[in-house]
């Protein structure tokens, strides 16, 4: 294994990766809560931006495939983060860092409100401590165009209901709203996070793309 110099620590301390990585250390050691979600909302953000980046080979992931994905980069950042963990159900995603918890569930191209009710009235959080307040709603949308606006649909209908919600000043395509948990009566709050993946190019070369699929798959019969 490479040692690490003071002049490497010194040389590199600067990188945006490394102070990340220091961070996520102090904060398992001796941050608050508040520290751990805010980090771990910015781990998310970046794996969600790399998942947009390459839609064109998602779209054929089913949401586990794709919650997997999250789960898995935020293990190699050094989160316990877990699928199906038992926390009052088969939730999604589990997160750990320390001695504090985060759960999520993830939905595909719909079912929303499903999502919202597992996470408030079946799951607890992780640690069974109440005082882990936060969790999130990963949103897929694959088949679905003008992520945004489907976001603002169901912006809408949270606010319908008495929810307050409040832009989230560093993703477009993530909110924050207030609620009570079914179980405690405590304050939970929720980030829901849209994952833009639809991929319908329509430039010539798509076209012709099309077509050749097209020409290699004729439909039976013809």
């Known amino acids: 294994m490479t040692s690490i110099s003071l002049q490497d620590f010194e040389r590199y301390s600067s990188k945006k990766a490394v102070q990340a990585s220091f961070r996520r250390v102090k904060i398992s050691e001796e941050g608050s809560y508040e520290e751990f979600v805010d980090q771990l909302y910015d781990d998310i953000d970046q794996l969600i931006y790399r998942m947009q980046g390459g839609r064109e080979v998602r779209q054929a992931d089913s949401e586990d495939r794709l919650s997997s994905e999250v789960l898995g980069g935020l293990s190699i950042l050094g989160y316990d983060a877990i699928a199906d963990g038992k926390t009052g159900g088969h939730v999604d995603l589990t ?77 477009q395509l993530a909110f924050y709203s207030d609620h009570k948990l079914e179980s405690s009566g405590t304050a939970f709050k929720i980030r829901t996070m849209g994952v833009a993946l639809y991929h319908k190019p329509r430039d010539k070369s798509a076209r012709n793309s099309a077509a050749k699929k097209a020409a290699k798959n004729p439909v039976a019969g013809k």
């Open 95 to 171: 997160v750990k860092m320390g001695e504090f918890s985060w759960i999520g569930e993830a939905k595909k191209d719909g079912n929303f409100h499903e999502g919202f009710l597992q996470l408030t009235s079946r799951y607890v959080p992780a640690s069974g401590n109440f005082a882990h307040n936060q969790g999130g709603l990963i949103f897929y949308l694959i088949a679905t165009p003008d992520a945004r606006s489907k976001l603002g649909v169901w912006r809408d209908d949270l606010t319908s209901k008495g929810h307050a919600c409040e832009d989230c000043k560093r993703n």
